[in-house]
T-cell receptor, first 113, second 113 residues
Framework: GESVGLHLPTLSVQEGDNSIINCAYS??????FIWYKQESGKGPQFIID?????DKRQGQRVTVLLNKTVKHLSLQIAATQPGDSAVYFC????????????FGTGTRLQVTL | ETGVTQSPTHLIKTRGQQVTLRCSSQ?????VSWYQQALGQGPQFIFQ???????GRGNFPPRFSGLQFPNYSSELNVNALELDDSALYLC????????????FGPGTRLLVL
């Protein structure tokens, strides 16, 4: 069935260190994955996405890695800053399901000074 | 800011009442999706509208209904409110049908007493 799970509900990282947020998905028919950042009281904010025909994609300070063999997705944030503190969601889209995204429960990233 | 706006920001209703939530999509975006986000959970897909027609629906009962207007703005209507309907309701727009990247608004916080 459709499910997107996250390994760690809370991740604490020191400012300046790199953060790695992991996500497992169960549906091999998913063809698109996306990471969102959600700050308290706000809607999810797009960070980066990746299609299933890729295994890595880089943005500004962020990298998404996709391992289809083990159905695993990760978000790497370089030089983590206090402004990165938020809940991070991964979401997947099944091929042929228009734009329906299936979200996991989220990982809270806490950046300590 | 994504350019997606929602109104109202907060709302309190009682069980059995009806509610209408509104969303204005980002300029140039013709596809609107609605999600329900319970506290501490990831967003759950309700339905999607494209060119004023429903295009995909999640596991929500018929008392959740919607509309899309010629200017691509959208409404979410919920009848016979239940306590479990208390949640953050998110609207997301995308530039085309099948465009996976969805841009979210700030949401409407609904509390049902």
């Amino acid at each position: 069935g459709e499910s997107v799970g996250l390994h760690l509900p809370t991740l604490s990282v020191q400012e300046g260190d790199n953060s790695i947020i992991n996500c497992a998905y169960s549906n091999s028919a998913s063809d698109y994955f996306i990471w969102y950042k959600q700050e308290s009281g706000k809607g999810p904010q797009f960070i980066i996405d990746i299609r299933s025909n890729m295994d890595k994609r880089q943005g500004q300070r962020v990298t998404v890695l996709l391992n289809k063999t083990v159905k695993h997705l990760s978000l790497q944030i370089a030089a983590t800053q206090p402004g990165d503190s938020a809940v991070y969601f991964c979401a997947e889209k099944l091929a042929g399901t228009a734009s329906k995204l299936t979200f996991g429960t989220g990982t809270r990233l806490q950046v300590t000074l | 800011e994504t350019g997606v706006t929602q109104s109202p920001t907060h709302l309190i209703k009682t069980r059995g009442q009806q509610v209408t939530l509104r969303c204005s999509s980002q300029s140039g975006h013709n596809t609107v999706s609605w999600y329900q986000q319970a506290l501490g959970q990831g967003p759950q897909f309700i339905f999607q509208y494209y060119r004023e027609e429903e295009n995909g629906r999640g596991n929500f009962p018929p008392r959740f209904s919607g509309l899309q207007f010629p200017n691509y703005s959208s409404e979410l209507n919920v009848n016979a409110l239940e306590l479990d309907d208390s949640a953050l309701y998110l609207c997301a727009s995308s530039p085309e049908l099948g465009g996976e990247t969805q841009y979210f608004g700030p949401g409407t916080r609904l509390l049902v007493l």
